[in-house]
RNA sequence: GUGCCCGUAGCUCAAUUGGAUAGAGCAUCUGACUACGAAUCAGAAGGUUGGGAGUUCGACUCUCUCCGGGCACGCCA
């Protein structure tokens, strides 16, 4: 068993049994305390705060609780020593056999990990970049970040479907349509003028010529327009190793028989009306009229003003699909939604929130939004300045010609979230430890290297050898033993990326555990008698290597997670 | 003006979601190649966590306030 699950199953039973000597009825909650391990090895192998936890409800001072476990505790025959610190920690220090077995645990259940959550159906909506050009860097955050957190949950067990909400309806595409006739009848006559409203930008011009090449009709042009650009997206997120399962149109969203339905609901909860809105705040726009719309009340689930679902032109506004879209998600029966959208749609959170509340009954559905903040891109120190609006933003596409998925994946997930990303080329070019995907991948490297070494010296070949039968209790030195706990750790790290949405964390990790590693190689050159692989001893080599092959498939099961390659030579 | 996010070492970021002496990398200085891959390692130095107040056993983390930066504030998406 982990020592994380053995611990909280042990700790958690005697919680229990001191529940039910002082009568409390109430069921306590294992989820509320932690088992760490801590920064800082003094505080013992593992560290919890449960005696602090539970100190109040079985009416001891944490302390005296602390000690009470702790003696508990010492019983076990795994266990070195358990202190008692400061407010009510309780240290627990582990005998090295004991992380001898759990590394063995590691070695034998890497790939099939149990993680212990219960699992969940999980629609995942990211990217859904507007069909209305290629992907710019910033749409590649949202993109990594979805897909990572993906892969994340469904490593730990839940089932996930990638979807892709796709905005091909509204003022936008109808901007897109202009723009490609735009450049169609340019074609033939030089002379036409250039319109503000139009989309600018080379590769829309490419995209009319494929249209105009085929001699298409006019309801076909539309459909056909969206399916080449959403061809180049996809094409553009399958380079970075991104596959949806699940495409959603917002035109099949807005039918009139889902949006009667949606309106029949609101209606009944007196939530719509007809009315006028104030000229906006931003707007400098002096031909504004007030004209008549229908309105949701968002007002009343503090929004500053009401938000219109159907345009004076009897046109659906965005806000309407988007709650249609949705609902029909919660219909299916999803047990968690999950977006994650450009930080600039931040104020748009609330008021889909709300309505959302308003259609359905909490316990159905959990919806959750991550906001993922800009990037910047450096060229050393300058920034690369941008503009959407003169068509000159950096695509996507070149930034993975320039530095490749690999060095996108890890930079667009190794912050967390709502950081912003001063993404420098000039690092990310470089082989060195400034760059910490080759700093990571060098130490998988390494570790490939020693088994091919120690299969020379010893004229063998590992597969000829039971590793579950090696004797690993000559990995004896400290920076073994940190090595071990090191590698004991992914458990945690993996359980909380997942909880908390957090890809970074294994981002992070995956660099610490190759820092250790690089420094655990190292102790070889200052003292032969600590090399992995010693000439004159198979036992201790054998230990060592299945330490290291420990540690190299933790690092490649990471790196299968955040999709980064891990070759065995560079 | 209002709402949301950010502010941690010279720079770029962590900090187990309220835990113990706030940790890494880069840059700087010092040391280690007759090589288990130096694409590396070891050591030193670097901090009033933007300022102030509060909440409690305990605050980078929560609350309030001020300062600085970003993003929004449409019948666009």
Same mark, same amino acid.
């Given at each position: 068993?982990?020592?994380?699950?053995?611990?909280?199953?042990?700790?958690?039973?005697?919680?229990?049994?001191?529940?039910?000597?002082?009568?409390?009825?109430?069921?306590?909650?294992?989820?509320?305390?932690?088992?760490?391990?801590?920064?800082?090895?003094?505080?013992?192998?593992?560290?919890?705060?449960?005696?602090?936890?539970?100190?109040?409800?079985?009416?001891?001072?944490?302390?005296?609780?602390?000690?009470?476990?702790?003696?508990?505790?010492?019983?076990?025959?795994?266990?070195?020593?358990?202190?008692?610190?400061?407010?009510?920690?309780?240290?627990?220090?582990?005998?090295?056999?004991?992380?001898?077995?759990?590394?063995?645990?590691?070695?034998?259940?890497?790939?099939?990990?149990?993680?212990?959550?219960?699992?969940?159906?999980?629609?995942?909506?990211?990217?859904?970049?507007?069909?209305?050009?290629?992907?710019?860097?910033?749409?590649?955050?949202?993109?990594?970040?979805?897909?990572?957190?993906?892969?994340?949950?469904?490593?730990?067990?839940?089932?996930?479907?990638?979807?892709?909400?796709?905005?091909?309806?509204?003022?936008?595409?109808?901007?897109?349509?202009?723009?490609?006739?735009?450049?169609?009848?340019?074609?033939?006559?030089?002379?036409?003028?250039?319109?503000?409203?139009?989309?600018?930008?080379?590769?829309?011009?490419?995209?009319?010529?494929?249209?105009?090449?085929?001699?298409?009709?006019?309801?076909?042009?539309?459909?056909?327009?969206?399916?080449?650009?959403?061809?180049?997206?996809?094409?553009?997120?399958?380079?970075?190793?991104?596959?949806?399962?699940?495409?959603?149109?917002?035109?099949?969203?807005?039918?009139?028989?889902?949006?009667?339905?949606?309106?029949?609901?609101?209606?009944?909860? =007196?939530? $719509?009306? +007809?009315?006028?809105?104030? @000229?906006?705040? %931003?707007?400098? /726009?002096?031909?504004?009229? *007030?004209?008549? !719309?229908?309105?949701?009340?968002?007002?009343?689930?503090?929004?500053?003003?009401?938000?219109?679902?159907?345009?004076?032109?009897?046109?659906?506004?965005?806000?309407?699909?988007?709650?249609?879209?949705?609902?029909?998600?919660?219909?299916?029966?999803?047990?968690?939604?999950?977006?994650?959208?450009?930080?600039?749609?931040?104020?748009?959170?609330?008021?889909?929130?709300?309505?959302?509340?308003?259609?359905? =009954?909490? $316990?159905? +559905?959990?919806?959750?939004? @991550?906001?993922? %903040?800009?990037? /910047?891109?450096?060229?050393? *120190?300058?920034? !690369?300045?941008?503009?959407?609006?003169?068509?000159?933003?950096?695509?996507?596409?070149?930034?993975?010609?320039?530095?490749?998925?690999?060095?996108?994946?890890?930079?667009?997930?190794?912050?967390?979230?709502?950081?912003?990303?001063?993404?420098?080329?000039?690092?990310?070019?470089?082989?060195?430890?400034?760059?910490?995907?080759?700093?990571?991948?060098?130490?998988?490297?390494?570790?490939?290297?020693?088994?091919?070494?120690?299969?020379?010296?010893?004229?063998?070949?590992?597969?000829?050898?039971?590793?579950?039968?090696?004797?690993?209790?000559? !990995?004896?030195?400290?920076?073994?033993?940190?090595?071990?706990?090191?590698?004991?750790?992914?458990?945690?790290?993996?359980?909380?990326?997942?909880?908390?949405?957090?890809?970074?964390?294994?981002?992070?990790?995956?660099?610490?555990?190759?820092?250790?590693?690089?420094?655990?190689?190292?102790?070889?050159?200052?003292?032969?008698?600590?090399?992995?692989?010693?000439?004159?001893?198979?036992?201790?080599?054998?230990?060592?290597?299945?330490?290291?092959?420990?540690?190299?498939?933790?690092?490649?099961?990471?790196?299968?997670?955040?999709?980064?390659?891990?070759?065995?030579?560079?």
């Amino acid at each position: 068993m982990l020592y994380h699950d053995l611990l909280k199953k042990e700790l958690f039973d005697y919680i229990n049994s001191e529940y039910s000597k002082k009568n409390i009825k109430e069921v306590p909650k294992q989820s509320s305390f932690n088992i760490e391990i801590p920064s800082n090895k003094k505080f013992g192998d593992v560290s919890t705060n449960i005696a602090m936890v539970f100190a109040k409800k079985i009416g001891l001072p944490p302390r005296d609780l602390a000690l009470k476990i702790s003696k508990y505790m010492d019983k076990e025959n795994f266990i070195e020593k358990v202190e008692v610190v400061g407010p009510g920690f309780l240290n627990i220090f582990f005998k090295k056999s004991f992380w001898q077995d759990q590394l063995k645990f590691y070695f034998k259940s890497i790939n099939s990990l149990n993680y212990n959550i219960k699992k969940k159906n999980i629609c995942l909506e990211f990217v859904s970049a507007n069909p209305t050009g290629l992907m710019h860097i910033g749409h590649a955050r949202g993109a990594v970040f979805g897909d990572t957190i993906a892969s994340i949950l469904e490593e730990v067990g839940h089932k996930v479907t990638r979807e892709y909400y796709i905005n091909d309806a509204g003022e936008q595409i109808k901007k897109l349509k202009k723009t490609i006739n735009f450049h169609s009848k340019s074609r033939n006559n030089k002379n036409i003028k250039t319109d503000d409203e139009l989309y600018p930008g080379e590769y829309l011009k490419e995209i009319s010529e494929k249209i105009f090449s085929e001699k298409l009709s006019e309801p076909m042009f539309e459909n056909k327009i969206i399916k080449f650009i959403m061809n180049d997206i996809k094409e553009d997120l399958l380079k970075i190793k991104i596959v949806h399962d699940s495409f959603v149109s917002e035109k099949e969203c807005s039918s009139k028989k889902n949006v009667d339905e949606i309106l029949k609901k609101l209606d009944q909860k =007196k939530l $719509t009306y +007809y009315g006028y809105q104030e @000229k906006p705040k %931003s707007s400098n /726009n002096e031909t504004w009229e *007030k004209k008549k !719309l229908l309105l949701f009340k968002s007002q009343e689930f503090g929004d500053e003003t009401d938000r219109a679902l159907i345009k004076s032109n009897g046109e659906l506004t965005y806000f309407m699909t988007d709650i249609i879209y949705h609902q029909k998600k919660i219909d299916k029966r999803y047990d968690i939604l999950l977006n994650i959208w450009g930080s600039d749609h931040s104020g748009y959170v609330k008021r889909l929130q709300s309505a959302l509340e308003q259609l359905n =009954k909490k $316990t159905d +559905y959990t919806f959750e939004i @991550k906001l993922t %903040s800009l990037v /910047n891109l450096l060229n050393g *120190k300058q920034v !690369l300045k941008m503009s959407k609006r003169e068509g000159n933003y950096v695509t996507l596409r070149e930034v993975v010609e320039k530095v490749g998925s690999d060095v996108l994946r890890y930079m667009m997930i190794s912050r967390s979230v709502d950081k912003k990303i001063d993404f420098d080329f000039e690092i990310f070019k470089s082989k060195s430890k400034d760059n910490p995907v080759f700093y990571i991948q060098y130490a998988y490297a390494r570790c490939m290297s020693l088994i091919s070494i120690y299969e020379k010296t010893f004229n063998t070949s590992l597969k000829n050898i039971d590793l579950m039968q090696v004797n690993l209790s000559n !990995l004896n030195l400290n920076e073994e033993i940190i090595m071990i706990i090191k590698v004991c750790n992914f458990f945690n790290v993996i359980i909380k990326a997942a909880k908390f949405y957090e890809p970074h964390r294994i981002a992070n990790y995956l660099f610490d555990i190759a820092k250790d590693f690089h420094a655990y190689w190292g102790l070889g050159k200052v003292d032969s008698s600590k090399k992995v692989i010693i000439d004159k001893d198979c036992n201790i080599s054998l230990s060592r290597i299945v330490l290291i092959l420990s540690i190299s498939m933790i690092i490649r099961k990471g790196m299968n997670i955040l999709k980064i390659e891990c070759p065995e030579n560079m």
